[in-house]
């Protein structure tokens, strides 16, 4: 599991620091403090992994793990390092010190430390808050052979969800896809490069599912390929999108297993509800919320860790649930009938 | 002594309760400082301390929001100085506000409010007995929730 992170002089970073545990990690915060930043630099490390061994485990090197960063991001190493530190002889370097399975492994974009390599096993998945899945036809096709604007995760979400079914899969498995089913409606069918969902109505292009239930889908196909499994990282920003409330408990339900079962998460939101459903299940599971905020530019974007949603301090959301209810209590409950 | 209790315009009914006293009107004089909960009520394994707020105006109604959890920390703290405090006993907090047509919405935004200003965002962190959980109602949601247990009425 990534057990901390470390990052200086990198995007809207300074110098942050941010312990995890080993189950759900969930980010808030408004938008600019670098949520999803955090999650591709947390999907870095197994989307970098080469050279895998006999027993799986990977490797990573400085180089490519720097090559695999300026891909996730788009971005050329230097142009990643923070614009407005305050550290002018540090001005270009940035650096990144992850600390997984009690192993550190740190990386600047500066000098390269030809030594700093790490052995890993981790498997890593990133759901971007955009669905790729209904555009699919001739994206990977496309991607291999262009240089498109398109970050990797973008690439890595399609080579994902194409894997065939696993040979065997097992009766927890099973039992969380039956419950994706039985919301979105059926099962989840590929044919050439297009996703349809198969309903009783007959099978339906994705193109015409709902946005909600393709995000559903999206993870009945993890499920399914066995991707989402011990030792896995799932990064997911956003998974509120485009989904009615109403069907985060199934989602959250889910969730909650997978981490039961080794998945380590880390979860970037906007959303109350989904919030508050982790926080009424974290007695039972391992869960931290960590709130990004940006007290001033010179200091840059600072995390506060909190075990609970009422402590989680700079909470945007709760303090626009606040001027709502006050509104409320302006326009509504006082007003002369 | 009745346990049918009268606060504002409403009209509590704790006759299942073991005990239930109009708590600020008869203990808390004693001890000037504190500001009591309107109600003291109980029970088998519960204590609640109970306050109505009948807010009247915009402001009175806002203002309300950051003072609500004062009655109910001192109404702790006058039984802590008093070493009353039962450990066997879960100590809760209910506000009832008196005002119909507050929302759901408003009131588990209220209810979080409370909690926090409670000091209840971390339960794990308190290790003595304290106020374990606090929650706030207007008279349709508290009777859905206790109209078994101890209804209220409004006074006509």
Known sequence: ?337 | MSKILKEKKLKFDFTLARDAIKFDDDRIPEMKFLKGVDFLIEWDHEIWFVEVKKPKNVKKMKRMKTKMHLQGKDSFLYLYLNDRIDKDKSLIYYVLIDKEDISKKSLTFLTEYLNRNVGLENKDMIKNKYIESASVFNEATWNKRFNSQCPVKRIT
């Not at chain 1, 990144?96 to 740190?106: E, Q, R």
């Open chain 1, 1 to 337: 599991m990534i057990e901390s992170l470390e990052i200086k002089n990198f995007t809207c970073f300074e110098d942050i620091k941010i312990d995890f545990v080993p189950g759900i990690n969930i980010f808030i915060g408004d938008n600019g403090t670098g949520k999803t930043h955090i999650l591709k630099l947390l999907y870095t490390i197994p989307s970098s992994k080469t050279k895998v061994s006999k027993d799986e485990t990977g490797y990573i090197d400085e180089i490519s793990y720097l090559l695999e960063v300026e891909s996730i991001f788009l971005s050329e190493s230097n142009a990643l390092t923070r614009k407005s530190s305050s550290k002018k002889e540090e001005i270009k370097k940035f650096v990144l010190i992850f600390n997984i399975d009690g192993k550190p492994f740190t990386v600047t974009n500066e000098q390269h430390n030809w030594l700093a390599s790490l052995n890993c096993d981790i498997n890593g998945v990133y759901i971007p808050a955009k669905d790729m899945l209904a555009n699919a036809p001739y994206f990977l096709s496309t991607y291999k052979k262009y240089d498109m604007h398109f970050e990797k995760v973008y690439a890595d979400v399609l080579l994902n969800s194409y894997l065939p079914p696993l040979r065997k899969l097992n009766d927890r498995q099973k039992a969380w896809m039956k419950k994706i089913e039985d919301v979105i409606g059926g099962e989840i069918a590929i044919k050439g490069e297009k996703f349809f969902l198969k309903s009783e109505v007959g099978e339906i292009d994705f193109m015409l599912v709902s946005e909600g239930w393709r995000r559903l889908a999206h993870l009945w196909l993890l499920i399914r390929c066995g991707l989402l499994d011990q030792g896995t990282e799932l990064c997911w920003d956003e998974p509120e999108t485009n989904l009615n409330p109403s069907m985060f408990p199934v989602l959250v339900d889910v969730l909650l297993e997978l981490q039961e079962m080794g998945v380590q998460m880390f979860i970037a939101t906007h959303s109350y509800y989904l919030l508050k459903r982790f926080d009424l299940q974290r007695k039972d599971h391992s869960v931290k919320f960590y709130s990004l905020y940006e007290k001033n530019k010179k200091e840059g974007v600072k995390c506060d860790p909190a075990d609970t949603y009422l402590e989680l301090s700079h909470n945007k959301i709760d303090e626009e649930n606040e001027k709502i209810y006050d509104l409320t209590v302006e326009n509504e409950l006082f007003k002369k009938k």
